[in-house]
């Protein structure tokens, strides 16, 4: 796996893929949830 731009490379299992597809969108949902709670939630507390 490339860490800096977080592809895979070579070949990889199956449940390689799939950890890693699990991980990419762990990711996504982590992104989000810190968005909406430093610029949704804690804004609004602080107003």
Known sequence: MNIN???PIG???AENKI???LLKEFEKNL???LHLE???L???RFN
């Open 19 to 21: 950890t890693f597809s």
């Open 11 to 13: 070949n990889i299992t």
């Open 5 to 7: 731009n977080k592809t």
């Open 42 to 44: 804690l804004k609004k």
């Open 38 to 40: 430093n610029n949704i």
């Open 31 to 33: 992104h989000k949830h």
